[in-house]
């Protein structure tokens, strides 16, 4: 149980174009799911809480223009990068959570952005 | 600031011997604590929660947690060459954040 799913796992974009990830819980609901960012070596970053059928909660210094965060249903959110630049060349994780009484997070796979 | 503080090692074990990571947190009003377990380029995996004062143990896996002492540990038994990973401590935080906060993550070598 607890699966996450993110697609896709690993995407080359040009400079300049936009860029959208999913994160689907598989097997649950999940109220809230989490988007993270880690370059190599340093540590997970998250970027912004999304609560499904609400805006996303951005962390200080996240661009919400930038990163546009979707929670449109209890078991989809994606995020879209846009007008990617290479310093958005990063790890992408999200993360869910069941429902508010829970405190468990389970990751999806991850998505790796390289923008050229 | 709510923190989470953890050794960055690397903590370098031998194959068999028990490898014991520790973190500390500073929300003294937290009561939810996880450790992820994070290979070299994938995602983080959970492998321990631990929400009461004491032990839980799963499999080689214990987690001990002392509230009064804000000190979270886990211990793997046992150790393997495959548990060489980066070990995260997780610590929920409630009152209006509800979210979890993440040390930076002890590396663990495992070695033959």
């Known amino acids: 149980g607890a699966v996450v799913s993110q697609h896709p796992s690993w995407v080359i974009c040009k400079s300049g174009t936009s860029v959208k990830i999913e994160c689907r819980s598989l097997?649950?609901?999940?109220?809230?799911m989490f988007w993270y960012r880690q370059f190599p070596k340093q540590s997970l970053m998250l970027m912004a809480t999304?609560?499904?059928?609400?805006?996303?909660?951005?962390e200080q210094g996240v661009e919400k223009d930038k990163f546009l965060i979707n929670h449109a249903s209890l078991t989809l959110s994606t995020l879209t990068v846009t007008s990617a630049h290479p310093e958005d060349s990063s790890f992408y994780i999200c993360?869910?959570?069941?429902?508010?009484?829970?405190?468990?997070?389970?990751f999806g796979p991850g998505t790796r952005l390289t923008v050229t | 600031q709510k923190e989470v503080e953890q050794n960055s090692g690397p903590l370098s074990v031998p194959e068999g011997a028990i490898a014991s990571l520790n973190c500390t947190y500073s929300?003294?009003?937290?009561?939810?604590f996880f450790w992820y377990r994070q290979y070299s380029g994938k995602s983080p995996e959970l492998i321990m929660s631990?929400?009461?004062?004491g032990d839980k143990e799963d499999g080689r896996f214990t987690a001990q947690l002392n509230k009064a002492s804000q000190y979270v540990s886990l211990l793997i038994r046992d150790s393997q060459p495959s548990d060489s990973a980066t070990y995260l401590c997780?610590?929920?935080?409630?009152?209006?954040?509800?979210?979890?906060?993440f040390g930076a993550g002890t590396r663990l070598a495992v070695h033959p």
């Open positions: 999304s609560n499904e059928g609400s805006k996303a909660t951005y």
């Open positions: 097997d649950f609901q999940a109220t809230t």
């Open positions: 993360s869910a959570r069941e429902s508010q009484g829970r405190s468990e997070q389970y």
């Open positions: 929300d003294r009003g937290s009561q939810s």
């Open positions: 631990i929400y009461s004062n």
């Open positions: 997780a610590v929920y935080l409630s009152g209006g954040y509800n979210k979890l906060i």
